[in-house]
């Protein structure tokens, strides 16, 4: 096992640096480590207005949903075995061609991605936190309980999404009843929280966070923490033990039968005319794919990042900055570059090269699948954010905002990158002008924003002057993928 | 007439050579076989001369088209059929086919997808996605989709891999009234002995050169078949 794994690692690592570089990569966890030390460093700012318990709550219930988000094997697992007729293979397919035991594999993975995952985040986070004693007085034996209450709660968020990814390879009804017993779970959590009345603790569901309770600071380290220990460890062992065990020895992939959707969905389209049939396909492609999920997902991750920083900016550093609607607008116009990117990681396009179809055909496709996908959830995450900050007033100005700089944002992406945004994004030149041309507009849209309260004239004419400058560089970059990408081939 | 007409035709990955100045003319009706060993440049050659790659230098003039300038009206005249099997991964068999033929403009398309299924024996896997199609199922469909807009010609890379004998003998003997019919074929394949069968003249490419170019008898020469003709020609080249 021990050799597994430490293949199984290396194979990980190559993986990942693959994207980019081993340098870029290691500077992932440094880069983790320096924002945990500067979240930590202003921890008596923050700490004045978020108690310490709701803070320790938030991290472990953070924790727990990133130990969900490494376990999902199960769904990737599927991806993993069809891939193995593909370019690339990984050696967790190799027990259907080796005297290998897959739930031997299946273990190792669970165990490579408990050993990855931790040293990428929960490590340099930790050692972040050891690095800020000196400006918060921090104890050490505070964070290292921490660190060992944070880790109950990684490996059971881990255990669950492995035994409910192995569930669903064996069974969708299963899986599905299982899924609604912990919704009902966390959800009557959420609400016993919310209420205020604490009737069913959330450490109950995360032995992690029991640990932690009864730790220092918080507890005296009693027979309270040894009890939320060994319950965090029977959890965590009965979920991985359940899922070593529902792992088949022998992968029997399913085969899809769908109806024939495209012509409809081609009919519906007629309006695009030319476009009509690729935009059908692209859509339908996306359906099936199950894409639209993960889009979901990275769409509203950095959101909810962007929302935690301005937290942090507001509370911990105590910055008088006015985050108004039109600041988010602008904010969520960027973050959907991403959502491009994703619509070319749907399928292999390789055979689009011996079909008469142009490279710039396709891009243009792209470009109006991911208008119908995100403008709408786009404007109603605006709405809901100025609704919830009461913030409405500001609407009539943040939608155009967010309709142009998403526009700018997904036309400067295609521009620079064609149909191959992850490669070429790893390219310095590329990257060089990737970050030029969406930061000084993004920071610029963003400053604009914090002055609107202060001198409304000025920040409403400086941001229609920036928006005017965005359209027209939109229409430049739109006209200019024709000739950039006209003699381009189609696949690696 | 020469329906394929190739001058010094060579194409560089980056400083790498991949086809080094080829000469090549091919007739209407004729049925061209391209050989050579792994990695000799026979893929790069089609798809330099179906509009997918750009030459480095050279000429190529595919059913008059200059495929340098034109490639897209290459692509619109030909039918291809690639290297590796890959239908779209979640379209079905028949809406790919429904796809090719909606991109292709061809008329009539519902029956002639049928017409295509039922040749394949494809209308068990109409409704399946092509991604969880076996490799022999998928390349039915390519070759399907390769033929569906009746072309007058054909480049063809390896179109008999993954197929039992029985779809061997039925894609051969369609292939043969295709050519009977006035259709040209290019075809690059490592089973010569199929090849044998069907071509009416050949090429070899090594290292990106055209070693040997002719009529089937005189490139086998005065050996007992093509295949000892091949090695002889290729090992004698290393």
């Known amino acids: 096992m021990t050799f597994l794994l430490r293949l199984m690692l290396r ?7 693959s994207y980019t570089s081993p340098h870029m990569f290691l500077a992932f966890p440094a880069l983790v480590g320096v924002l945990s030390f500067a979240t930590a460093a202003t921890a008596n700012n923050f700490l004045g207005v978020t108690p310490l318990r709701d803070v320790l709550f938030l991290v472990h219930v953070s924790v727990f949903l990133y130990g969900v988000s490494v376990g999902a094997f199960g769904f990737l697992g599927r991806q993993y075995q069809e891939r193995a007729t593909g370019y690339r293979n990984y050696l967790v397919t190799q027990p259907s061609i080796l005297p290998m035991s897959f739930k031997r594999t299946f273990l190792g993975m669970y165990l490579r991605d408990a050993v990855f995952y931790l040293a990428l985040i929960l490590v340099p986070m930790t050692i972040g936190l050891l690095a800020s004693i000196p400006l918060n007085g921090f104890r ?19 255990s669950l999404s492995f035994f409910m990814s192995t569930l669903y390879v064996r069974s969708a009804p299963a899986f599905a009843a299982v899924a609604a017993v912990v919704a009902v779970l966390f959800g009557a959590v959420g609400l016993s929280r919310s209420s205020g009345m604490s009737t069913i603790p959330a450490a109950a569901l995360l032995p992690g ?48 039968h769908a109806k024939d959707d495209l012509p409809s969905i081609e009919r519906r389209l007629s309006r695009f005319r030319s476009y009509g049939t690729l935009l059908a396909k692209e859509l339908l492609d996306l359906k099936r794919s199950g894409t639209p999920v993960k889009m979901f997902f990275s769409f509203v991750t950095p959101l909810i990042f962007l929302s935690f920083t301005v937290w942090f900016v507001r509370n911990g550093l105590n910055l008088p900055i006015g985050f108004n609607t039109v600041f988010y607008a602008a904010m969520v116009g ?9 619509l070319n990681n749907v399928d292999n396009m390789d055979y689009m090269s011996t079909l008469p179809l142009s490279v710039p055909q396709v891009i243009r496709v792209k ?12 404007a109603a995450f605006v709405i809901a954010i100025s609704w919830m900050n009461g913030d409405t007033r500001l609407l009539w100005l943040a939608l155009p905002v967010m309709v142009v700089t998403s526009l700018y944002s997904v036309v ?8 191959r945004t992850n490669s070429f994004l790893f390219d310095p030149g590329v990257l060089l002008a990737f970050s030029a041309m969406s930061m000084l507009p993004d920071v610029g849209l963003a400053v604009l924003s914090f002055t609107i309260d202060a001198s409304p004239a000025f920040a409403i004419g400086g941001i229609a002057l920036a928006l005017g400058a965005l359209a027209l560089g939109t229409l430049i970059l739109y006209q200019g993928i024709d000739r950039k990408w006209s003699r381009a081939a189609f696949g690696e | 007439m020469a329906v ?26 004729e049925f061209f076989g391209l050989f050579g060993p792994n990695g000799a440049g026979k893929t790069t050659l089609l ?7 750009a030459p480095t230098r050279g000429r190529a003039r595919v059913l008059g088209i200059d495929v340098a300038e034109r490639p897209m009206a290459v692509k619109e005249a030909v039918g291809i059929v690639p290297e590796v099997e890959s239908p779209p991964s979640y379209l079905t068999s028949f809406e790919y086919l429904y796809f090719v033929c909606r991109v292709r403009k061809v008329p009539d398309a519902n029956a002639k997808i049928s017409r295509w299924l039922e040749f394949f024996d494809l209308g068990d896997v109409r409704g399946t996605i092509c991604k969880d199609l076996s490799k022999g199922t998928r390349q039915k469909l390519m070759l399907a989709a390769a033929f569906i807009h009746e072309p007058k010609l054909l480049f063809l890379d390896e179109p008999f891999i993954n197929l039992d004998p029985i779809y061997q003998r039925r894609l051969r003997d369609y292939l043969r009234e295709y050519v009977d019919g006035g259709g040209t074929v290019l075809m690059c394949s490592h089973l010569l002995e199929i090849a044998e069968k069907l071509c009416d003249r050949v090429g070899i490419l090594n290292a990106g050169h055209l070693i040997a170019q002719g009529a089937l008898a005189q490139v086998r020469g005065g050996e007992k078949d093509l295949e000892t003709a091949f090695l002889k020609l290729v090992e004698g080249k290393r």
């Open chain 1, 334 to 342: 960027f973050f959907g570059i991403s959502l491009y990117n994703w």
């Open chain 1, 140 to 158: 050490v034996t505070s964070i290292l309980f921490l660190f060992g209450a944070a880790l109950l709660s990684f490996l059971a968020g881990m």
């Open chain 2, 4 to 29: 394929l007409e190739v001058q010094r035709l060579t194409k560089f990955y980056g400083s790498v050579p991949a086809i080094t100045d080829v000469d090549l003319a091919v007739e209407q009706g």
């Open chain 1, 367 to 378: 470009l109006l699948a991911y208008l119908f996908l995100t403008l709408g959830i786009s």
């Open chain 1, 209 to 256: 966070l029991g640990v932690q309770y009864a730790v220092p600071p918080l507890g005296s380290l009693g027979l309270e923490a040894v009890w939320f220990t060994l319950a965090g460890a029977g959890l965590i062992l009965v979920l991985l033990g359940g899922a070593v065990a529902l792992v088949s020895d022998q992968y029997e992939p399913k085969s899809v």
């Open chain 2, 47 to 53: 798809k330099v001369l179906t509009g997918q790659l």
């Open chain 1, 11 to 17: 194979e990980e690592f190559r993986m990942h640096t």
């Open chain 1, 412 to 419: 400067m992406t295609a521009y620079l990158t064609g149909l």
